[in-house]
């Protein structure tokens, strides 16, 4: 794995062609790429050969296990590596396991005095390429005194086939895990949900100044995602008296996620801090102090005694 990097690399920078051996003689680039392929362990590699594909020679570095802030950086050598053309974003994607990423809409209802508390009612989630995964009226913990139909789609009927919150909580968080998030104004969905999702696996298309300036909006301003849509993707969503479709802003989500996704997680790794080193112990003294007298009740050593 570590040779068919080294060549990937070797031939994105141009000092390896995928069409022709390297030949010593040849001035411009025998000499540095062998002295390059020759330091592997010190030990000399071949010089011809089929050449792997980039993606194929890269797509190791990242194991299933791999953190967001993983993530976040192989994006950034993603960047200093390739173009910023439409190209390498699909292939950056790719590379970036699309598994790992979600999109999240929830629509909800008015309970509690006069209907101003809000219960979640339905949530529907996506995967990155903008398939339904999951797709569910749920039912309220207390009675509904406002369905919101003209913002929400809710009505009366749809809570005939709703599932109790807790079932569909447990489902949808199940979903959840390991993954990052993405949604608009999602602080208002993990509410409905009542859970908190790790600040770092989550992407608010909300809070996304590239965003903004590609839609040539001001970067503090509050904007919808019926906005956004409008000005990024040429796309009409949440028109009709029918109320929103929680799937249809889900997968508008994603899709505006995908538009700067290299852009927007190369700024993120910029700002990830250093992480602090793990503390050393000595397992031997660790669990030695256990043994220690302090640890042992005082009334059973003076019957031991």
Known sequence: ??????????????????????????????????????????????????????????????SPSASPESVARHHSALLSQGSG???????????????????????????????????????????YEGDVIYDKYVQPQLPVVD?????????????????PFKAAQAEILKILKDKIVVGHAIHNDFQALKYFHPKDRT??????????????????????????A????QKKIQVGCKGHSSVEDAQTAMELYRLVEVQWERELA??????????????ITDSNQYMDDRYWPSDLMASSL
Not at 28 to 39: D, I
Request: aromatic share 2%; net charge positive.
């Open 85 to 127: 053309s439409s190209k390498g974003v699909q292939t950056s994607s790719l590379l970036l396991r699309p598994g790992k990423y979600v999109a999240i809409d929830c629509e909800m209802v008015g309970t509690g005095p006069k209907g101003r508390l809000s219960e979640l009612a339905r949530c529907s989630v996506v995967n």
């Open 270 to 283: 910029r700002g990830l801090p250093p992480r602090p080193p793990s503390p050393v112990t000595d397992p």
């Open 1 to 62: 794995q570590r040779f068919l990097q080294r060549r990937a690399l070797l031939e994105q920078k141009g000092l390896l062609s995928p069409c022709r051996c390297i030949s010593v003689q040849d001035p411009a680039e025998g000499p540095e790429a062998q002295s390059v392929l020759t330091n592997m362990e010190g030990t000399a590699t071949p010089r011809c050969g089929k050449v792997p594909k980039p993606k194929k020679a890269l797509s190791p570095s990242l």
């Open 230 to 233: 409008r000005h990024l993707l």
């Open 203 to 228: 992407r608010d298309t909300s809070q996304i100044p590239v965003l903004k300036q590609r839609a040539g909006l001001p970067s503090r301003a509050s904007v919808s995602l019926k906005s956004l």
């Open 147 to 163: 369905y919101r139909t003209r913002w929400s789609g809710i009505t009366k009927q749809h809570m005939k086939s709703a599932i």
